[in-house]
């Protein structure tokens, strides 16, 4: 299962992946998570420490033409052996890495390593058999130019709100002309049918899956650690893993 969550800021991306990761993992699956947002919310929501540095800054180096490039060894494999962070039970995250005050300069050869390795990925034989959930940050622009190529499957996280709407059928349409993935529409935050059903019209299409409004995603993301762990119970954390069993079955062949 490879898995990337677009949508507009403050949707829930990133609760939903990381839940998403940690359910896959503990059926006993390999999985890798990889964040391109510059927000920290992916490794919250896994329960990993965000590292201090970004770790594929000592993966990258200036060619004598003075553009980044991996640096001699350095292929997707041994980026994700030296530079991943460990999460819970088992997930490995792969950051592109947080600015500080001074801004994205500082982090540009992270930047581009992350940009190399994700690229690379799809041919490594070693990762053939590991599930790859990506969080990718707010808006169409990452999905435009071609920041997720691994993925099968593009989640286009939606909130009943109208400006949601607008960019999620912006990412939706982007995603869709690259024309290598399915592209599935998510509704979030939903307080009944009458939430869904608007959030279909605005879009134009039926909904995949419809996660619940629950105060304990909120109470979560206040405290810092992950849904899965805070209340793995709680509605919101039962309908992804409802949707991950949809998922499973989407990409099941038929017979």
């Given at each position: 299962?490879?898995?990337?969550?677009?949508?507009?800021?403050?949707?829930?991306?990133?609760?939903?992946?990381?839940?998403?990761?940690?359910?896959?993992?503990?059926?006993?699956?390999?999985?890798?998570?990889?964040d391109?947002?510059?927000?920290?919310?992916?490794?919250?929501?896994?329960?990993a420490?965000?590292?201090?540095?970004?770790?594929?800054?000592?993966?990258?180096?200036?060619?004598?033409?003075?553009?980044?490039?991996?640096?001699?060894?350095?292929?997707?494999?041994?980026?994700?052996?030296?530079?991943?962070?460990?999460?819970?039970?088992?997930?490995?995250?792969?950051?592109?890495?947080?600015?500080?005050?001074?801004?994205?300069?500082?982090?540009?050869?992270?930047?581009?390593?992350?940009?190399?390795?994700?690229?690379?990925?799809?041919?490594?034989?070693?990762?053939?058999?590991?599930?790859?959930?990506?969080?990718?940050?707010?808006?169409?622009?990452?999905?435009?130019?071609?920041?997720?190529?691994?993925a099968?499957?593009?989640?286009?996280?939606?909130?009943?709100?109208?400006?949601?709407?607008?960019?999620?059928?912006?990412?939706?349409?982007?995603?869709?002309?690259?024309?290598?993935?399915?592209?599935?529409?998510?509704?979030?935050?939903?307080?009944?049918?009458?939430?869904?059903?608007?959030?279909?019209?605005?879009?134009?299409?039926?909904?995949?899956?419809?996660?619940?409004?629950?105060?304990?995603?909120?109470?979560?993301?206040?405290?810092?650690?992950?849904?899965?762990?805070?209340?793995?119970?709680?509605?919101?954390?039962?309908?992804?893993?409802?949707?991950?069993?949809?998922?499973?079955?989407?990409?099941?062949?038929?017979?």
């Amino acid at each position: 299962m490879r898995v990337a969550v677009v949508g507009k800021g403050g949707a829930g991306k990133s609760v939903i992946a990381g839940t998403l990761a940690r359910l896959l993992a503990r059926r006993g699956r390999r999985v890798l998570a990889l964040d391109s947002d510059l927000m920290p919310g992916l490794a919250y929501s896994l329960g990993a420490d965000p590292p201090a540095m970004p770790p594929l800054l000592d993966a990258a180096e200036k060619g004598e033409d003075g553009r980044w490039r991996l640096k001699k060894g350095i292929g997707p494999v041994r980026a994700v052996r030296r530079y991943a962070t460990p999460a819970p039970d088992g997930v490995l995250l792969l950051q592109l890495g947080k600015p500080a005050a001074d801004g994205l300069p500082p982090i540009m050869g992270s930047l581009n390593a992350f940009y190399k390795v994700v690229h690379r990925i799809r041919g490594a034989d070693a990762f053939r058999d590991w599930d790859i959930v990506a969080d990718l940050p707010a808006g169409p622009r990452q999905t435009a130019f071609d920041w997720a190529p691994y993925a099968d499957v593009f989640l286009v996280v939606v909130e009943p709100m109208w400006k949601s709407a607008l960019t999620a059928r912006r990412v939706a349409r982007i995603a869709r002309a690259q024309g290598r993935a399915m592209v599935l529409p998510v509704a979030n935050k939903v307080t009944g049918g009458a939430d869904s059903q608007r959030v279909e019209e605005m879009l134009g299409e039926p909904l995949f899956a419809s996660l619940p409004a629950d105060e304990a995603v909120a109470e979560a993301d206040r405290l810092g650690v992950p849904l899965i762990d805070r209340a793995p119970s709680s509605p919101a954390a039962r309908a992804i893993e409802a949707m991950l069993e949809a998922l499973g079955r989407e990409q099941t062949p038929a017979r």
